[in-house]
């Protein structure tokens, strides 16, 4: 009862810590905040080049204890031309749906007609001032004299993006795309713009265009990456910021993860268990990350957090290791586990597989030494052959807890036994289906279980299948794209037929019998 009585109190004192008797979500009509209906908010966002605008609901607590802040900020910023406004969505529900606010209180940046951005800064009145603050600057600095671009390089908190344009390349397309490129990445990276002789002298690779360079943070001035663009557009940029700004060897972390993954370049891998490992092996991987930037990216791996990721690249849970996933291909290839990692060997596994001349880490069930069932049991080990096998070959790839896959099991044996049941079906289609959990297939794109393939026989393109999944779909599917035009369902027919006059012949050769026994 005495507990009871306690964690009540501490609920209670929580709540009244939480918001102030005074806090109100609803901005005091002498403040700057400018109050938006779906009637005005359109109008405003046009007029106001720079806005923060704020979703909430009064009775929301979180939005209670911002009011006061916001309200300040306001007061704060009401110089410059930066404006804070406020939606009520108990009020503006279709304003709020149209933005897909979910959660209240949403702060949003809007900029004219541009798509917003959510604002990420703390909730704050000095941190709102600094957050919009720095938004109003120009997504990109310009910054003449080298001892101040000196001092930015060496202070960086996040990559910075020269652009250095020489005197004779003023005013060019590049430089727009620049400002462009600057303006949608302005939150991740810091943009500067510099004519500066000496950076001229040291960069610039055309005297008529500009050339970029990426600085990393933590790291030697000499490492800075230079841009050498045969064609210049705002892909190329993207993609060279995007494949330069990496830290030569960086870590993987539920926030990385996917912008390693998206690089859709070869990624590879070393899973250390303490940072000694780590820093023991930095010296070897900084050299190799160099020579291979933009073809692998090179990462640690903490393996008593991450440690099972090992799986998914076909390796043992034994640590430190080193592995290369390729990303586009769904390859895996790594330094063998039956000894201890030696560091020794990493140089020359990724020269190896720079070479083309490892095999992959195939994980494959054994194959099956008979085929007992009419649908064939296919595994990583012999993928290859029985798809290029000149047959029409059909393959489910399933994973063993698929509902849907269960479901069509009936349907894909019955199928498949038809093909079986005929000489030339049996000749020239394959009906297979390949545990796709437990065998690797490369360049394969699947997103879901189960997914069909069809392999024509003449090797051309393998063909989604995207239809019922029915045995009479699945059957004009394989006649229509098949190299063979093989009909089942014609077999089938063609069985039953058969079947038929066998049981009349053998009806009236029973009859007899049956009338003798009369
Ligand atoms: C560059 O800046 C430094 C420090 O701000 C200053 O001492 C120096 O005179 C400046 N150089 C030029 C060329 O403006
Ligand atoms: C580069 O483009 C920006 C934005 O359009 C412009 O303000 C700036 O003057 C340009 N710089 C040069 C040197 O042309
Ligand atoms: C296979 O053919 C035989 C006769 O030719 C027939 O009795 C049987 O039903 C057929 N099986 C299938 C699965 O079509």
Not at 285 to 303: D, M, Q, S
């Amino acid at each position: 009862m005495r507990l009871l009585n306690l964690q009540t109190l501490t609920a209670i004192l929580a709540v009244l810590s939480f918001t102030k008797a005074e806090d109100n979500a609803i901005a005091s009509p002498d403040s700057a905040v400018v109050k938006l209906t779906s009637e005005t908010f359109q109008g405003f966002i046009k007029e106001n080049p720079l806005v923060l605008a704020e979703f909430f609901a009064p009775w929301c607590g979180h939005c209670k204890k911002l009011g006061p802040e916001f309200s300040s900020a306001a007061d704060a910023l009401a110089t410059k031309d930066i404006k804070l406004a406020q939606i009520d969505c108990t009020e503006e529900r279709d304003l709020c749906n149209s933005f897909g606010i979910k959660g209240y209180p949403t702060l949003k940046v809007f900029r004219g007609a541009n798509e917003p951005a959510e604002y990420q800064g703390q909730r704050q009145s000095d941190s709102i001032v600094s957050y919009m603050t720095k938004l109003s600057l120009p997504a990109v600095s310009v910054i003449e004299n080298s001892s101040d671009l000196l001092d930015s390089i060496s202070e960086l908190t996040s990559p910075m993006i020269l652009q250095v344009l020489p005197p004779g390349a003023t005013g060019s397309d590049a430089n727009s795309t620049f400002y462009e490129v600057a303006n949608a990445l302005r939150n991740d990276f810091f943009f500067v713009s510099t004519s500066n002789d000496e950076y001229v002298k040291k960069y610039a690779t055309d005297s008529k265009k500009p050339t970029y360079v990426v600085f990393r943070a933590d790291e030697q001035l000499d490492d800075a990456s230079v841009s050498n663009f045969d064609t210049f557009d705002k892909t190329h940029l993207v993609d060279f910021i995007d494949v330069e700004s990496k830290p030569l060897f960086g870590e993987i972390t539920g926030a990385t993860f996917q912008s390693y993954m998206a690089a859709n370049i070869p990624l590879a891998y070393y899973f250390w268990n303490t940072e000694a490992e780590r820093d023991a092996v930095a010296p070897i991987i900084t050299p190799l990350a160099k020579k291979y930037r933009g073809e692998i990216n090179f990462v640690g791996l903490e393996a008593p957090k991450f440690g099972m990721h090992a799986k998914n690249i076909n390796m043992e849970e034994t640590f430190p290791l080193f592995a290369i996933h390729d990303i586009a291909g769904n390859l895996k290839y790594g330094i063998s586990q039956d000894k201890d990692l030696d560091n020794s060997l990493i140089a020359k596994f990724v020269s190896d597989y720079a070479a083309g001349s490892l095999e992959p880490i195939v994980k494959s069930e054994e194959i099956p030494e008979v085929q007992d069932e009419a649908v064939y049991h296919l595994v990583g080990y012999e993928h290859e052959a029985i798809v290029k096998s000149g047959k029409d070959v059909l393959v489910e790839y399933y994973a063993p807890w698929c509902g849907h896959c269960k479901r069509l099991a009936p349907t894909y044996e019955e199928l498949a036994a038809i093909y079986q049941n005929d000489t030339i079906g049996k000749e020239k289609v394959v009906v297979a289906k390949l545990d796709h959990t437990a065998n690797d297939v490369s360049n394969l794109d699947i997103t879901g279980y189960p997914t069909l393939f069809l392999y024509p026989g003449d090797g051309s393109e393998k063909i989604l299948y995207e239809g019922q999944r029915s045995l009479e779909a699945l059957a004009d599917f394989i006649k229509e794209k098949g190299t063979y035009g093989i009909d089942a369902l014609e077999i089938r027919d063609a069985a039953a037929a058969a079947a038929a006059v066998t049981e009349e012949v053998a009806e009236e050769a029973a009859a007899p019998v049956e009338h003798d026994e009369l």
